[in-house]
Nanobody, 126 residues
């Protein structure tokens, strides 16, 4: 499956953004989907993941209830609603997908994901 992320931009602290990830290819409904982010000089870190049926979600510790991951398999799309953004959220955000089922901390291992979209830049100013 090919992934295309969009929705990044420049916002002020406390603003909101909604990132979208469109999947091209068959059987998107079989894939776990996850958002990662990366800043220069650091490893990619998990933001949020959602299982194929949306039954399970996982969030990075820093999210603290500010972000919500969702998906619409009928539209081959996933989304990340980000509220109350902070300057520390500035990063390139990537969507990733894999047919594996993830549980607990296994969500956060970027090497487990076979499909990646190009990133979308989010810049949050104070």
């Amino acid at each position: 499956v090919q992934l295309q992320a969009s929705g990044g931009g420049s916002v002020q602290a406390a603003d909101s953004l909604r990132l979208s990830c469109v999947a091209y290819g068959p059987a998107f409904s079989r894939y776990s989907m996850t958002w990662f982010r990366q800043v220069p000089g650091k490893d990619r870190e998990i933001v949020a993941g959602i299982s194929d049926s949306s039954a399970r979600t996982y969030y990075g510790d820093f999210v603290k209830g500010r972000f919500t991951i969702s998906r619409d398999n009928a539209k081959n799309m996933g989304a990340l609603q980000m509220n109350n953004l902070e300057p520390e959220d500035t990063a390139v955000y990537y969507c990733a997908a894999d047919v594996q089922k993830f549980y607990g901390t296994s969500w956060s291992n970027a090497a487990q994901y076979s499909n990646w979209g190009r990133g979308t830049l989010v810049t949050v100013s104070s």
